[in-house]
Protein backbone atom coordinates (compact mmCIF):
# COMPACT_ATOMS: atom_id res chain seq x y z
CA UNK A 1 0.00 0.00 0.00
CA UNK A 2 1.11 3.40 -1.07
CA UNK A 3 0.00 7.04 0.16
CA UNK A 4 -0.15 9.50 -2.92
CA UNK A 5 2.38 12.23 -2.65
CA UNK A 6 -0.35 14.73 -2.42
CA UNK A 7 -1.19 12.80 0.55
CA UNK A 8 2.23 12.90 2.17
CA UNK A 9 2.87 16.69 0.87
CA UNK A 10 -0.71 17.84 2.29
CA UNK A 11 0.82 16.28 6.07
CA UNK A 12 3.51 18.07 6.04
CA UNK A 13 1.56 21.09 5.22
CA UNK A 14 -0.39 20.58 8.05
CA UNK A 15 2.41 20.15 10.26
CA UNK A 16 3.80 23.01 8.98
CA UNK A 17 0.27 25.32 10.19
CA UNK A 18 0.36 23.26 13.39
CA UNK A 19 3.64 24.60 14.17
CA UNK A 20 2.52 28.07 13.66
CA UNK A 21 -1.15 27.68 15.36
CA UNK A 22 -2.17 30.46 17.80
CA UNK A 23 0.94 32.48 16.09
CA UNK A 24 -1.26 33.73 12.65
CA UNK A 25 -1.32 32.92 9.38
CA UNK A 26 1.20 31.63 7.12
CA UNK A 27 2.19 32.09 3.82
CA UNK A 28 2.07 28.89 1.40
CA UNK A 29 5.13 30.34 -0.26
CA UNK A 30 7.07 30.10 3.47
CA UNK A 31 5.57 26.61 3.60
CA UNK A 32 6.44 25.21 0.31
CA UNK A 33 10.61 26.25 0.77
CA UNK A 34 10.70 25.14 4.40
CA UNK A 35 9.10 21.75 3.11
CA UNK A 36 11.23 22.00 -0.42
CA UNK A 37 7.36 21.76 -2.06
CA UNK A 38 6.13 23.47 -5.11
CA UNK A 39 4.15 26.37 -4.20
CA UNK A 40 1.36 25.17 -6.88
CA UNK A 41 1.35 21.97 -5.93
CA UNK A 42 0.65 23.15 -2.18
CA UNK A 43 -2.34 25.86 -3.72
CA UNK A 44 -4.20 22.76 -5.14
CA UNK A 45 -3.16 20.67 -1.95
CA UNK A 46 -5.16 23.50 0.22
CA UNK A 47 -8.32 23.59 -2.08
CA UNK A 48 -9.99 20.48 0.12
CA UNK A 49 -8.64 21.18 3.11
CA UNK A 50 -10.10 24.67 3.08
CA UNK A 51 -12.93 23.22 1.51
CA UNK A 52 -13.72 21.02 4.83
CA UNK A 53 -13.02 23.66 7.07
CA UNK A 54 -9.97 22.58 8.38
CA UNK A 55 -7.91 25.29 6.87
CA UNK A 56 -8.54 29.16 6.61
CA UNK A 57 -7.10 31.83 4.20
CA UNK A 58 -6.75 35.09 5.25
CA UNK A 59 -6.31 38.24 2.83
CA UNK A 60 -4.38 41.08 3.24
CA UNK A 61 -0.51 42.09 4.21
CA UNK A 62 -0.88 39.98 7.44
CA UNK A 63 -2.21 37.45 4.87
CA UNK A 64 -1.62 33.73 4.43
CA UNK A 65 -3.41 30.23 5.63
CA UNK A 66 -4.10 29.31 9.42
CA UNK A 67 -5.35 26.45 11.01
CA UNK A 68 -9.26 26.73 11.96
CA UNK A 69 -8.67 24.39 14.87
CA UNK A 70 -6.93 23.45 17.04
CA UNK A 71 -3.85 20.93 16.36
CA UNK A 72 -5.25 18.16 19.08
CA UNK A 73 -8.70 18.18 17.30
CA UNK A 74 -7.50 17.52 13.89
CA UNK A 75 -6.38 13.71 13.62
CA UNK A 76 -3.99 12.61 10.27
CA UNK A 77 -7.49 10.58 9.82
CA UNK A 78 -8.89 13.82 9.45
CA UNK A 79 -6.14 14.49 6.11
CA UNK A 80 -5.84 11.05 5.06
CA UNK A 81 -9.45 10.97 4.60
CA UNK A 82 -9.75 14.63 2.56
CA UNK A 83 -7.11 14.07 0.68
CA UNK A 84 -6.72 10.24 -0.09
CA UNK A 85 -10.46 8.60 0.63
CA UNK A 86 -11.83 6.96 3.40
CA UNK A 87 -11.08 3.35 1.96
CA UNK A 88 -8.82 1.21 0.68
CA UNK A 89 -10.92 -0.42 -1.57
CA UNK A 90 -14.34 0.88 -2.86
CA UNK A 91 -16.36 -2.91 -2.22
CA UNK A 92 -16.01 -1.73 1.63
CA UNK A 93 -17.81 1.42 1.15
CA UNK A 94 -19.88 -0.01 -1.09
CA UNK A 95 -21.28 -3.26 -0.89
CA UNK A 96 -23.20 -2.56 -4.10
CA UNK A 97 -20.60 -2.00 -5.75
CA UNK A 98 -19.54 -5.51 -6.38
CA UNK A 99 -21.56 -8.47 -6.86
CA UNK A 100 -18.95 -10.97 -4.93
CA UNK A 101 -19.86 -9.26 -1.68
CA UNK A 102 -20.84 -12.43 0.13
CA UNK A 103 -18.58 -14.56 -1.07
CA UNK A 104 -15.59 -12.69 -1.24
CA UNK A 105 -13.27 -13.38 1.44
CA UNK A 106 -10.48 -10.63 0.54
CA UNK A 107 -13.20 -7.72 1.16
CA UNK A 108 -13.08 -8.98 4.57
CA UNK A 109 -8.95 -8.91 4.83
CA UNK A 110 -9.16 -5.23 3.21
CA UNK A 111 -11.80 -4.12 5.93
CA UNK A 112 -10.14 -5.11 8.63
CA UNK A 113 -6.59 -3.47 7.81
CA UNK A 114 -8.41 -0.65 6.76
CA UNK A 115 -10.10 -0.68 10.47
CA UNK A 116 -6.60 -0.60 11.33
CA UNK A 117 -5.26 1.94 9.16
CA UNK A 118 -7.91 4.34 10.75
CA UNK A 119 -7.40 3.38 13.83
CA UNK A 120 -3.82 4.08 13.74
CA UNK A 121 -4.67 7.49 11.81
CA UNK A 122 -7.52 8.80 14.57
CA UNK A 123 -4.96 7.98 17.48
CA UNK A 124 -2.23 10.61 15.89
CA UNK A 125 -3.17 14.51 16.71
CA UNK A 126 -1.46 17.45 14.72
CA UNK A 127 -0.50 18.80 17.99
CA UNK A 128 0.78 15.14 18.48
CA UNK A 129 2.95 15.07 15.54
CA UNK A 130 4.42 18.98 16.29
CA UNK A 131 5.22 16.99 19.55
CA UNK A 132 6.89 14.19 17.29
CA UNK A 133 8.81 16.42 15.13
CA UNK A 134 10.27 18.80 17.85
CA UNK A 135 11.77 15.35 19.51
CA UNK A 136 13.03 14.33 16.29
CA UNK A 137 14.93 17.70 15.57
CA UNK A 138 16.15 17.42 19.70
CA UNK A 139 17.60 14.08 18.38
CA UNK A 140 19.18 14.83 15.55
CA UNK A 141 20.61 18.18 17.70
CA UNK A 142 21.79 15.80 20.17
CA UNK A 143 23.66 13.13 17.32
CA UNK A 144 25.42 16.30 15.98
CA UNK A 145 27.30 17.25 19.59
Do not use: F
Not at 93 to 112: F, G, N, Q
Not at 131 to 137: F, N, P
Amino acid sequence: MKLSTRTRYGVRMMLALAKNYGRGSVYLKDIAKGEEISEKYLSQIIIPLRGVGLVKSLRGAHGGYALVKSPAEITLKDIVDILEGDCLVDCVKDPASCSRIETCASRDVWELVGEKISGVLESITLEKLVQMDKDKAKDALGANI
